[in-house]
């Protein structure tokens, strides 16, 4: 069973850092492309930034310049370093991996980390 698992969200003043982590379970292999969405009530999830297989990285214009994605493929792990954090930024984070297992090919969810930017 695939599994994902993020980290690294919380409470943290307008201006300040946050490094989200999302580790995939070794069930997962021939990693696809690998991002970050957010997501706040009521409106639909958007893509934060990804990274394409061959290492091609894609940023929502809101976060260019300030949040770097990065990943650890032999690690399964796929990194969101945000910087210069605005009170826009408030959302519930998910990572979001594509790739093979036991099962066929796929794309799966983590379950979620909050960021909360106070102003």
């Known amino acids: 069973q695939v599994q994902l698992v993020e980290s690294g969200g919380g409470l943290v003043q307008a201006g300040g850092s946050l490094r989200l982590s999302c580790v995939a379970s070794?069930?997962?292999?021939?990693?696809?492309?690998m991002g970050w969405y957010r997501q706040v009530p009521g409106k639909q999830r958007e893509l934060v930034a990804r990274?394409?297989?061959?290492?091609?990285?894609n940023y929502s214009d809101s976060v260019k310049g300030r949040f770097t994605l990065s990943r650890d493929s032999a690690k399964n792990t796929v990194y969101l370093q945000m910087n210069n954090l605005k009170p826009e930024d408030t959302a519930v984070y998910y990572c979001?991996?594509?790739?093979?297992?036991?099962?066929?090919?796929?794309?799966?969810w983590g379950q979620g980390t909050q960021v909360t930017v106070s102003s």
């Open positions: 070794k069930s997962i292999f021939s990693l696809n492309a």
């Open positions: 979001n991996i594509g790739g093979l297992s036991s099962s066929g090919p796929g794309r799966y």
């Open positions: 990274i394409t297989k061959g290492g091609t990285t």
